[in-house]
C-alpha cells in the first residue's frame, strides 16, 4: 500500500526559531492535510491542500502542495511554547477507497 | 458543538474480554473511520464506513468488528482482546472523499 515518510521524526528547536518538516509520498495524492496532536488529544486539523503547487497559511503555519503531487511541506514561523506537539502529514488520492494515508509524524519540542 | 464523541476515555480490559467503544458524531458526515495510534507508528486505519450501511477493512482489522448503526454512530468492538491491542483508538468523521476528516479525543485501552 502507499507508505508516507515524514521528516524529521522529532525536532528540539528554541522559541522564536522557524520550523520546516515534510512528507513524501511513493506515490501521488490529490489532497494533503496536515493535523498537530496534543497529548491526550485526538489530531486537530490545521491545513489542507487540494492542487499541486498551491500555498496554504494558517497563521504562523504554512504548507505546500508539491509540484510532483509526491510530497508536502509545513512551516512554522517563530515558534511558541504552544506549538510542542506531534505533527502529522496525510495525504489522499481520488479513487483509492475513502481513505487517508497518514503519515508517522514529527515530535516538536521548544525550548524556552 | 460537540463534534466527534468517543467513550469511554479510558478502558482496562483482562485478556480475552470483550468490549465496545463508542463513537457518535453530529456533524451529519458520511464517512466515519476507526484508527489505532501506536508508538513510533502513526495512525492506522482499522475499519470504515464510507457511508450508512457499508463498512470496510482497513490496514489492521484482524481482532476487531464494526457496525454503522446509523448515520451518527458508528462502533468498534473487540470480541477477545489481546496485548497486542493495547493502544490509542481515535473515531473521525467527514463529509466524503477528499474533504477534512475531523477526530475524537480517543479511547486509551489497555489489555492485561
Known amino acids: 500500500g502507499q507508505q508516507l515518510n515524514q521528516s524529521p521524526q522529532s525536532m528540539f528547536i528554541q522559541e522564536g526559531e522557524d520550523v520546516s518538516m515534510n512528507c513524501t509520498s511513493s506515490?501521488?495524492?490529490?489532497?494533503w492535510l496536515w493535523y498537530k496532536q496534543d497529548p491526550g488529544e485526538g489530531p486537530v486539523l490545521l491545513i489542507a491542500l487540494y492542487k499541486a503547487g498551491e500555498l496554504t497559511s494558517n497563521g504562523r503555519l504554512t504548507a505546500q502542495f508539491g509540484i510532483t503531487r509526491k510530497d508536502s511541506f509545513l512551516n512554522i514561523s517563530a515558534s511558541i511554547p504552544s506549538d510542542v506537539g506531534i505533527y502529522f502529514c496525510?495525504?489522499?488520492?481520488?479513487?483509492?477507497?475513502?481513505?487517508?494515508?497518514f503519515g508517522t509524524g514529527t515530535q516538536l519540542k521548544v525550548e524556552l | 458543538n460537540a463534534g466527534v464523541t468517543q467513550t469511554p476515555k479510558f478502558q482496562v480490559l483482562k485478556t480475552g474480554q470483550s468490549m465496545t467503544l463508542q463513537c457518535a458524531q453530529d456533524m451529519n458526515h458520511n464517512s466515519m473511520y476507526w484508527y489505532r495510534q501506536d508508538p513510533g507508528m502513526g495512525l492506522r486505519l482499522i475499519y470504515y464506513s464510507a457511508s450508512e450501511g457499508t463498512t470496510d477493512k482497513g490496514e489492521v482489522p484482524n481482532g476487531y468488528n464494526v457496525s454503522r448503526l446509523n448515520k451518527r454512530e458508528f462502533s468498534l468492538r473487540l470480541e477477545s482482546a489481546a496485548p497486542s491491542q493495547t493502544s490509542v483508538y481515535f473515531c473521525a468523521s467527514r463529509t466524503g472523499v477528499n474533504e477534512k476528516l475531523f477526530f475524537g479525543s480517543g479511547t486509551q485501552l489497555s489489555v492485561l
Open positions: 506515490s501521488i495524492f490529490n489532497t
Open positions: 496525510a495525504g489522499e488520492l481520488t479513487g483509492g477507497g475513502n481513505k487517508l494515508t
